[in-house]
């Protein structure tokens, strides 16, 4: 994600959604999701991975 915004090759909505889906969504279930049990952390984690995939395929390729 680094270099593909350092080299200008994404786009503005494609940042976006890597920075939510990639950094901004994991991190904040890592702090606030203290009292989670395992299975949901991995049911999170793997929503999170599918809105990533859903975001890629509507985006399309550039």
């Given at each position: 994600m680094v270099t593909g915004v350092?080299?200008?090759g994404?786009?503005?909505?494609?940042?976006?959604s890597?920075?939510?889906t990639g950094i901004?969504?994991?991190l904040?279930?890592?702090l606030l999701a203290t009292a989670v049990s395992?299975?949901?952390l991995v049911v999170y984690l793997a929503?999170?991975?599918l809105a990533h995939l859903w975001f890629e395929?509507?985006?399309g390729p550039r």
């Open positions: 350092a080299s200008h994404s786009d503005l909505p494609r940042t976006i890597r920075v939510t901004a969504a994991p904040l279930l890592g395992g299975r949901m929503l999170i991975v395929r509507r985006l």
